[in-house]
């Protein structure tokens, strides 16, 4: 995809998501792996991840890139609110917290693009869109695991 789509697209999916994470939320297992598995095929098939003239660097800064994510998504999962309501569902909403996290996020994920640059090394947005699906996929693998702790091991019979 062109760099000004991918760009728009990203923007888009933060914007969104960090809209809904600060609105309670309820917390199902449903397809919480279909819009992170989306965006992972769209930069995998971008073919931009890796600066064919600097593939070390490249290498680098985008372990590096995947690594900011994973760690935004765990950190961002356990900075969510989590409570269990009376009829039994998982319910969420990000605090102020979350949108702390995303600014260090973006902060450091910035830092790495001022890297890069300094090193001559051409960064697509494809990087950017995988480390983003990464830290969604974390986030949401993370949330759901802290969901069924509170969820009760036993049914009731109404």
Do not use: C, K
């Not at 802290?146 to 009760?152: G, H, I, Y």
């Amino acid at each position: 995809m062109p760099g000004l789509v991918n760009s728009l697209l990203i923007a888009a999916v933060i914007g969104v998501v960090i809209a809904r994470q600060l609105r309670p939320r309820r917390v199902d297992g449903g397809r919480w792996w279909l819009i992170p598995g989306v965006l992972i095929v769209l930069a995998v098939r971008g073919g931009g991840l890796i600066d064919p003239h600097h593939r070390e660097v490249a290498a680098v800064l985008l372990t590096a890139e995947l690594l900011v994510g994973a760690v935004l998504g765990v950190v961002w999962a356990s900075t969510a609110r989590i409570w269990t309501e009376s009829d039994g569902s998982v319910w969420s909403r990000g605090t102020r917290a979350t949108i702390t996290v995303w600014v260090l996020g973006i902060a450091f994920r910035i830092g790495l693009y001022a890297i890069a640059a300094a090193d001559g090394v051409h960064q697509d947005s494809d990087s950017i869109l995988l480390a983003v699906a990464v830290t969604l996929l974390i986030r949401s693998g993370t949330l759901l695991h802290r969901a069924q702790a509170l969820r009760p091991s036993y049914r009731s019979v109404s």
